[in-house]
């Protein structure tokens, strides 16, 4: 194997050293030094059968050659990759580039699939590590070797190479990746402006009520908990895709959570002051001062957890009185939690809750700007590096994109919430067991008998679809599940008028996501359509519209959208 190994070595030296001694160090070096491994048995994992990988040194050498012909003869490239899109890497001298790191990248990545790696984090792990070297390698990430940031810098003498200077050092000093520039948008101008109040506030959350934009209502009203990771108005953006807006179109009465960025004084805020001093708070506001004790109720994302927490939390002292549930890209059961899961282990949890935990009386809080740099980087070419090529070595300005901004504008978390949130979902996955202690009592997700309609989206690699199928396995009522395309949020933020994309429906569950998806029937456009159907049959009979908003015993605090939302980290 190790010569095997040197032979690898020697032809990543002679065409692509930086590649060569990143890739060599992962496989050789970085298996035995990585603390990921430490803990591994991995003497076996370098015994590649022979004739296997003679086979792949065969198709590696037929590519090289190919590719040495091409450039001899000097025939244009074309690349469907799109880092090398542009007619600029057509060239013999940059196309060929471009074509030895494709086919390097290629030939690493089969090479790691014929290891024999039989546990399955050690072989996700690894396979991270190399995929985050292949994509930060890439020739378009160099200023020297990417065609078309030099072209750029002819054409402008230079000033894009200030420009992009000038986005560095504004990203540096944030501490982010900004993939939309923060002059684009502003909170309360251009998005976020549904009108509305503050009903209700604590040092936890605001409570919105909005106004009606139809003339008579259904009578039970909607509480929306968004995800406390981020800011509330990914459901509110701009007219056209603000889901609240719709809702409010339909007939519906609006409340939405509006969780405020935590700062130092709440670095002592726990999961469980989570659930009771803000979710069940909000639904008791809403109650108040709707009139109405029946709700219907929605969370997205990590709202969707603490929502169901908080109605088994209910269940368990005598309170079901809900109407619905709705649960959108949401963990109930943590079997599958994606790309995300290779950076989750006992060490990596258990030194959070010793900094930030609580544990031996320290508390603190986990920056926002952490968490939205590790998201971007699961998706290092569509949601990193890209920026930035376009940002530093272009000096472009990223394009207005309302998804975007929202994606940069993070909030923190308290330490003790997120790292009781880490050990009991994605290390221990326990939520679903029925044993944990949550508000005073046992935290059964089962005793949850309302109608529930769960959506999970084809492409999200933050709640992958199967994970958020399995929430119809712990819930005990009647269950809709429907399966949008896209990801995490585009999938989730899909207006009607724009007719894109598609959805899927199978009214008969099985215990199998992928038998429930066979048999199931594609529909063009947005579901968004197909909940507010299921949402009109479970909110009552309609009414004239509420106007007021707001209670004698809540009075309006301030208009839509309130302090907490424009609060920075």
Excluded at 203 to 217: A, N
Excluded at 234 to 244: A, F, G, K, T, Y
Excluded at 289 to 317: M, Y
């Amino acid at each position: 194997m190790d010569n095997n190994l040197h032979a690898l070595h020697t032809y990543w030296s002679a065409q692509t050293p930086f590649v060569a001694s990143l890739c060599l160090q992962q496989l050789r070096l970085g298996v035995t030094q990585h603390e990921w491994f430490k803990d591994c048995d991995h003497s076996e994992w370098f015994n590649v059968p022979s004739d296997s990988l003679e086979q792949l040194q065969t198709e590696f050498n037929q590519g090289w050659m190919a590719l040495g012909q091409q450039m001899l003869s000097q025939q244009d490239f074309n690349f469907e990759d799109r880092r090398f899109s542009s007619e600029n890497w057509n060239s013999p001298i940059f196309g060929s580039l471009a074509a030895f790191y494709l086919l390097n990248s290629e030939f690493l990545l089969k090479l790691l699939d014929l290891l024999p790696i039989k546990e399955e984090k050690p072989k996700q792990r690894l396979r991270y590590l190399i995929e985050q070297t292949i994509a930060a390698s890439a020739p378009s990430n160099f200023l020297a070797s990417n065609p078309d940031a030099l072209k750029r810098a002819f054409e402008t003498q230079g000033t894009s190479l200030f420009s992009g200077f000038l986005h560095l050092a504004s990203d540096l000093q944030e501490g982010k990746l900004r993939q939309s520039d923060k002059g684009h948008f502003e909170v309360g101008t251009s998005l976020a402006i549904t009108p509305g109040s503050v009903v209700f506030e604590n040092e936890l959350f605001q409570l919105i009520q909005y106004k009606p934009l139809s003339k008579t209502q259904y009578k039970k009203p909607l509480l929306i908990v968004p995800p406390v990771i981020n800011k509330y108005y990914i459901l509110d953006l701009q007219p056209e895709n603000s889901l609240v807006r719709h809702l409010l179109e339909q007939g519906h009465q609006v409340f939405m959570i509006s969780w405020r960025n935590f700062g130092e004084a709440q670095a002592q805020v726990t999961w469980d002051q989570i659930v009771q001093d803000g979710v069940i708070s909000a639904l008791r506001a809403t109650r108040a001062i709707s009139g109405e004790r029946q709700l219907n109720t929605l969370g997205f994302c990590i709202g969707g957890t603490q929502l169901s927490c908080a109605l088994a939390v209910l269940a368990a002292r005598g309170d079901r009185d809900i109407a619905s549930l709705s649960l959108f890209a949401t963990f109930l059961d943590y079997l599958d939690t994606g790309p995300i899961s290779v950076l989750v282990d006992e060490k990596m949890v258990a030194e959070h809750e010793r900094t930030i935990g609580g544990h031996n009386g320290k508390h603190g809080l986990f920056r926002g700007e952490d968490m939205g740099n590790t998201f971007s980087l699961l998706r290092p070419n569509e949601l990193w590096w890209n920026y930035n090529v376009d940002k530093y070595l272009k000096g472009e300005k990223p394009r207005p994109f309302d998804l975007l901004f929202w994606n940069n504008d993070s909030t923190n978390m308290p330490g003790p919430m997120y790292c009781w949130y880490l050990r009991h979902t994605y290390l221990q996955n326990d939520l679903k067991s029925g044993d944990l202690d949550m508000c005073g009592v046992k935290l059964d997700l089962s005793t949850i008998d309302t109608p529930a309609y769960i959506l999970g989206t084809q492409d999200d690699h933050i709640v992958p679809w199967r994970s958020a199928y399995a929430s119809t396995a712990i819930l005990s009522g009647p269950k809709r599940f429907i399966l949008g395309s896209s990801g995490h949020i585009a999938g989730v933020i899909n207006p009607p008028a724009k007719q894109r994309r598609n959805y899927w429906v199978n009214e008969t569950l099985s215990k199998s996501p992928d038998t429930w998806f066979k048999a199931a029937k594609e529909h063009p456009g947005s579901w968004w359509t197909d909940w507010f159907a299921w949402l009109d049959t479970h909110s009552g009979e309609k009414r004239p519209a509420v106007t007021e908003m707001g209670s004698a015993e809540y009075p309006p605090i301030e208009a839509a959208p309130g302090r907490y939302v424009i609060e920075k980290a």
